[in-house]
């Protein structure tokens, strides 16, 4: 698993392991940490051209000693000053005995970066507020032939929240120390971030709030059936998904439920015809979630047009877990949080940022947000949404965050761009709903849906990538879950 912290914890943590080592060795390992990936990075470190862009902190003071070491062992580096009388002296010091060469000059420094065979950016790291000064932005800018590797964070990025106030230095990998930070992992920021390295400097953190699953993490909460096991233990989930206009929809969401792992699916709704004829294995009851026999979740919403109403309120009605999905929560923000209040079972809520904007409004009483807006701030709308509803929410996006009303966050690791496809949010909500319905707690069952569905998506799509069909991804789902336990 990866834990993400912020700020403020690894300040403390740094501070507490200051306080029992010598001065500066923390910044040294650091250091060395960098130097170790930057020369691997360069193959041959002698003669090689490193830049290394030096701002007005401890950030820089970090990339200045890896600077050095790579120095010593005959790379050509040269420093680039963006706050001349406030780089890291000790670091400045150490680089200029190495044989480093210093400069101030933009213009000189915008030659060294385009020309450079690795930049270090040295900028500005977890103290860094707002997007780049002007003074960096043309670095942003120029041409580049080389690898760019950011020193704890690629500068501009916020370290908490993943936003990119301005502009930022995109980065080809990034080495960060201690732990990842959060605007490592979530989008826009982790778009920036290229590949993660982390170094461990020995600080000690506390159990993280935010943390991004791996194949091992998730290959244990996969549930698996017993030799006892029948459908019902196994799990039913229900299904209200489709109406007469988008009778796909319900297709879809039934291919996800499939191959989530419960025992059973049953459907209800108007388009059972379809359902049979395409899935005969599914149950199918006439009426609403109210009338159909019991089942262990819900799944309501995609694609359920006029029905969304009723069916809504029957789900919520009942005493089992519930996964809100499309035209739910639109019928769900016309309600605001008070449609929850009487629930005893969890709900969980899976937006896209059109539908996080509804349902915000419909908590806030004010005029929606635009999708963009909250796209960029995702992380916060995902726990604003999760404090309001009291509920789990799944916010779908570039980087699909998993917030609990408790504070955990989960962040999704996988996934491609081809997944912004028509009905793959159907999918998505079939097959965590079937993970519900199999005992899985919402922030698990949500978070395990989103890494198979995104891990799916890419083997749907191939490599290099080519254009899915929401089908193909439910279909590549048994595939992706055997690669995940196999790992
Ligand atoms: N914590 C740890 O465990 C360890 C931390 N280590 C390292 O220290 C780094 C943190 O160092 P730090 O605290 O000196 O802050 P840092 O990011 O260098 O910023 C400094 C100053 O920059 C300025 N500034 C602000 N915004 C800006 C912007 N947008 N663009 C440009 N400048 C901006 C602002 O100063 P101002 O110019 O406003 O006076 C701010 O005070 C950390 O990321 C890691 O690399 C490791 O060595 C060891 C273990
Ligand atoms: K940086």
Redesign the pocket.
Known sequence: MRHAHPVET??A??AE?MARLPEGA??Q???AGLAATCARLLGRVYGSRVTVLV????????ALYAGAALARRGARVTAVL??PG?AHAGGLAALRAARGRVTAEQEVGLADFSCADLVLD????????????PG?VPYAEARRRGVVVA???P??VD?DTGEVP?VALRADVTVC??TYKPGLLIDPGASYAGAVQLVD?G?TLPQPELTALQHADVAALLPLPGAESDKYRRGVVGVAAGSATYPGAALLAVAGALRGGAGAVRYVGAAAEEVVRRFPETLVTEGGPAGAGRVQAWVVGPGGGEGARQALAEALASDVPVLVDADGLTELGRIGPSALAGRTAPTLLTPHTGEAARLLAGADGGAPAAADDLAARRLATARRLAAAYRATVLLKGSTTVIADPGGAVRVNPTGTSWLATAGSGDVLAGLAGSLLAAGLPPLDAASVAAYLHGLAGREAAGAPGAPVTALAVAEALPAVWRAVRQA
Do not use: Y
Request: hydrophobic share 45%; no cysteine; net charge positive.
């Open positions: 690894v300040r943590a740094e392991l923390l910044m390992r650091a250091a701002g007005s902190g401890d950030n820089g003071g970090d963006l706050a406030k040295g900028i500005v790291g977890i103290g860094g507020r707002g997007g780049l000064r960096a020193v704890d964070l500068s501009g370290a301005g120390f201690g400097i600080l």
